[in-house]
């Protein structure tokens, strides 16, 4: 991560059928799981659930980056059957990692998420999944609060048999 982070980024509400939603399904990420989930998962969720995506750009206007949050109840057994916050989907372009914008678009995303709690909408934890090759997020999931729940990890069967883990962060004010 660069010394100097990123200047507050400008988060933009987008919708599937957006320039922006085009624009970064065709960014070249490294992980195929990405563009699968973006491109399959993502607009699923949107027209059949509660999910909203939104875009990040920097103070020069930039598209740095897109954020994902649901209320669902995918780990509705760790919120005793109540809705709750989940993060199917976040990323940086790949041309600008490293540079500090993952943890802004985290930090907005967990910020939405404890705004729907306050408003009754949805439980007071926030859920992530992550798959266990991706060390660089999960490192910033652990430094910005999140703790492992799951107790192995799970493996996909749409990725090979790939295996992801399970965070979760609290984010109410107690």
Request: proline content about 8%; hydrophobic content about 40%.
């Amino acid at each position: 991560m660069s010394a100097n982070p990123p200047s507050r980024l400008n988060p933009i509400l987008i919708g599937l059928s957006s320039q922006e939603f085009q624009a970064i399904c065709t960014w070249p990420y490294t992980d195929p799981f990405v563009r699968r989930l973006l491109l399959n998962d993502i607009p699923q969720r949107v027209k059949f659930g509660n999910c909203r995506i939104w875009v990040y750009r920097d103070a020069n206007g930039s598209l740095v980056g897109f954020g994902t949050l649901d209320v669902c109840c995918e780990c509705s057994e760790f919120t005793g059957g109540k809705p709750h916050p989940y993060i199917p989907l976040l990323a940086v372009n790949p041309n600008l990692m490293g540079k500090g914008y993952g943890t802004a678009i985290l930090s907005h995303l967990v910020d939405e998420a404890a705004l729907l709690a306050l408003e009754g909408k949805c439980h007071d934890v926030l859920f992530l999944d992550v798959y266990t090759t991706s060390q660089a997020a999960i490192g910033l999931y652990k430094k910005n609060g999140f703790i492992e729940i799951s107790a192995q990890p799970i493996p996909d069967p749409d990725e090979g048999g790939k295996t992801y883990i399970i965070m979760a962060k609290r984010v109410s004010v107690p």
